[in-house]
């Protein structure tokens, strides 16, 4: 072991000493050092001496040196490639830019500043995969086949293939953390989910949802009802007002829907809330214990809430857009306008 210490040592220095001057030194610097019979493939070859139980520290060593290696070319190649267009275009790089700022997506403005309020309350950011079983998007939450409630959301199923969806909402990664994860889990999952809807100003075949999972022992209504007013709060400022409705999810009991006052027209009513005063933005409930059992989660030990909310719908009231369409259109017009938002 310290021999190959001395040896990856002696390695490193040289690679430090290599004078990279030109193209043809660079080229030659990769020949030497990281060609297929360079010396830090040669060195690798050390490995097989080592004995079992210095392996790893071994393999570290030499990861290491091949970094440094790695490291100082991929150096040199950028030099050289800025070098380069330089040498080989006409633009001018000193010329004044045509004064176009880059801007974020408003659904990236707002997903952000989601994460960033739950963050401060202690939930944890889960993501997972787009394509589902079924398990996972319906049966573990409590939606076994030919349950009724699977009619609404309707489905996209991949190659006809009844077991394989894209998924209609990330609760399906709710499922995936109460699987792997022991309880307390506190956690929001954002995320894209998949509805086969005709498209039009109000609805989209995929949007963007964030839903949030609270497990943990005595965990009650009460908790979930100040952690969404803690969130609206924070996102919509203190004067916003707040109403649950119950509702019905198979997921969740009780379930609730919240609504919060009318952003835009402060309760007066408007066509956005057409004429009511509230505006629906988000489902709720106590996770149904048999939901906590599919995912080996002890319903008499633990009990926890969930929540799940559109992020373009959210974004929508914030910012005032009025067509979901705009979204995903591109057009530069629409998201230059949020250079500079926050
Ligand atoms: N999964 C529900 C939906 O997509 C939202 C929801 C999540 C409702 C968690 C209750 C609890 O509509």
Request: hydrophobic share 35%; charged share 25%; proline share 4%.
């Amino acid at each position: 072991m310290d021999s190959l210490r001395q040896k990856v040592e002696a390695l490193s220095l040289q690679i430090n000493d290599f004078a990279i001057t030109d193209a043809a030194s660079l080229e030659q610097y990769r020949i030497q050092f990281l060609g297929s019979k360079g010396t830090v493939k040669d060195i690798f070859a050390e490995m097989k001496n080592v004995p079992n139980e210095q392996k790893k520290e071994a393999g570290q060593l030499l990861n290491s040196v091949k970094i440094l290696a790695e490291e100082k070319l991929q150096h040199y190649s950028n030099l050289k490639e800025a070098a380069s267009l330089k040498i080989d275009s006409d633009i001018d790089w000193s010329a004044p830019t045509n004064g176009r700022i880059a801007s974020r997506h408003p659904l990236q403005i707002v997903g952000q500043e989601i994460n960033n309020i739950f963050g401060r309350i202690g939930f944890s950011v889960a993501e997972a995969r787009e394509i589902e079983d079924d398990w996972h998007n319906f049966s573990a939450l409590n939606l076994p086949e030919d349950h009724p409630a699977r009619d609404m959301q309707d489905t996209f199923f991949v190659n006809k293939n009844p077991d394989m969806v894209l998924r209609t909402h990330t609760s399906s990664v709710q499922v995936r953390l109460m699987e792997a994860q022991k309880p307390p889990i506190r956690s929001i999952m954002p995320g894209r989910v998949y509805r086969n809807e005709t498209i039009s100003a109000r609805a989209h075949c995929f949007f963007h949802q964030v839903e949030g999972l609270y497990i943990d022992k005595k965990v009650s209504f009460a908790d979930l009802k100040q952690t969404l007013y803690y969130f609206v709060t924070q996102f919509f400022g203190e004067g916003v007002q707040v109403r649950f409705r119950p509702s019905y999810f198979p997921f969740t009991e009780p379930s609730a829907e919240m609504d919060i006052s009318c952003q835009l027209c402060k309760g007066k009513g408007c066509s956005v809330c057409k004429q009511s005063g509230w505006v629906e933005i988000l489902g709720c409930g106590m996770v149904h214990p048999q939901v906590l059992r599919n995912c080996n989660i002890d319903p008499e030990e633990y009990s926890g809430f969930a929540f799940g909310m559109g992020i373009e719908r959210l974004t929508m009231l914030k910012f005032q857009i009025n067509d979901l369409r705009l979204f995903s259109e591109n057009d530069q017009r629409f998201v230059s306008q949020f250079a500079g938002a926050r």
